[in-house]
C-alpha cells in the first residue's frame, strides 16, 4: 500500500473504477448472451429486442472505452446476422 495520501486516494478510485468497468463488461457479455439464447430458441420478437438492447450497451461500452471500435463493429455484424436468419 502506498504511503503517500494522493496514492492512497489514487487507489481506491482504481478499485472502483475496476469494479464498474467489471460491471459493464458483464452486462456486454450479457446482451449479445440474450440476444443469441433468443435467436437458438427461433423467437423473433425477443431477438429483436434483445438485439436493439445489445447495440445500445455495445455503442455505451465503446464511448466508456471498454471495449474497442472493431469488436464493437464484429459483435453487432455477428449479432444482425444471426437475428436476420431467423424465418
Keep these: 500500500m502506498a504511503n503517500i495520501k494522493s496514492q492512497k486516494k489514487r487507489a481506491i478510485t482504481n478499485a472502483k473504477r475496476q ?5 459493464k ?3 456486454v457479455k450479457s446482451a449479445i448472451k440474450k440476444v443469441l439464447v433468443a435467436v437458438e430458441e ?4 425477443a431477438a429483436k429486442a434483445a438485439y436493439d438492447k445489445a447495440n ?4 455505451k461500452a465503446l464511448v466508456n472505452g471498454i471495449k ?3 469488436y464493437v ?6 449479432l ?3 437475428v436476420n436468419s431467423i424465418n
Excluded at 73 to 78: D, L, T, V
Design 73 to 78: 463493429a464484429r459483435q453487432k455484424s455477428r
Design 19 to 23: 469494479t464498474a468497468n467489471i460491471k
Design 42 to 45: 427461433k423467437n423473433l420478437d
Design 80 to 82: 444482425a446476422k444471426a
Design 68 to 70: 474497442k471500435k472493431n
Design 56 to 59: 445500445s450497451v455495445l455503442d
Design 25 to 27: 463488461r458483464t452486462e
